[in-house]
């Protein structure tokens, strides 16, 4: 089942995300002992890291969350594109989240499909297989990619890995290279996925993403029993009915 919620701007969006994951993490862990969250990467959920971090320690149970990643570029933790790095800075060292519980992908590894492969190992040692998260967090760039499911590239196709390695040649990640990324298979075992997208940019696609044909864009590969779509107006401009 997906849905949409649409916010006024990112800063409401993201106040609204907190609020899921705190709830579903509390769920978790009260049904489960534990809860295991994979992480976006890109530039919209920084926001989202910083209002979990401005709730501080006490708002979610954080000694219980196991922090994952949806996909991560093929750079060491220290490089300013790494998709841990930005977790790292604007939530993990501002909570002093518990090392055990942070699990990046080794992106600066020289063979990018033995990270993955490891990766794979890891979460299926964690989580079983396929491994699943109690919620992933994704957002969609303006081409429809998820994660690093980009339009034409390889992993869109994976019927049976977790996590690979996925070649990727795009404008959006300024030529070619090679992303680290759990699998649409992965992805949408979930129990709960929340995107989120927010601005302009984002609209023509969002549109056609949620109301168009179904086998167009990667977004559009994720599904699962609870997916919900958190964006705001601007990216919402787009839709046939506004969400709520
Ligand atoms: C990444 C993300 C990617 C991101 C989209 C949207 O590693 O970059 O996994 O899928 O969510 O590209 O990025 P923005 O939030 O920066 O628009």
Not at 8 to 27: F, H, K, N, W
Not at 171 to 199: C, D, E, K, N
Not at 207 to 218: M, Q
């Amino acid at each position: 089942m997906t849905a949409v919620r649409s916010f006024e701007d990112l800063d409401a969006l993201s106040r609204a995300a907190a609020d899921e994951v705190v709830g579903i993490a509390r769920a978790a862990v009260a049904a489960r002992g534990a809860c295991a969250i994979a992480l976006s990467g890109g530039s919209t959920p920084t926001r989202l890291f910083d209002e979990l971090a401005r709730r501080g320690r006490s708002a979610a149970p954080w000694d219980q969350i196991d922090l994952w990643w949806g996909d991560e570029r093929t750079v060491g933790p220290d490089h300013p594109d790494s998709n841990y790095g930005t977790a790292r800075a604007h939530l993990i060292d501002p909570l002093a989240l518990p090392p055990a519980r942070v699990h990046r992908i080794a992106g600066e590894h020289a063979d990018p499909a033995a990270a993955a492969r490891a990766y794979e190992a890891a979460l299926t040692e964690a989580l079983g297989a396929p491994p699943v998260f109690d919620l992933v967090l994704l957002g969609m760039g303006a081409d429809g990619h998820t994660a690093s499911l980009f339009p034409g590239s390889p992993a869109l196709a994976e019927r049976t890995r977790a996590v690979v390695a996925n070649p990727v040649v795009s404008p959006l990640v300024r030529g070619a290279t090679t992303r680290i990324t759990l699998t649409a298979a992965a992805l949408s075992a979930a129990r709960h996925v929340r995107f989120l997208a927010a601005g302009a940019d984002k609209a023509p696609t969002l549109a056609a993403v949620l109301a168009g044909p179904r086998d167009r864009y990667p977004a559009q590969l994720i599904d699962g029993p609870d997916v919900v779509w958190l964006v705001d107006r601007a990216a919402a401009a787009n839709l046939e009915d506004q969400p709520s």
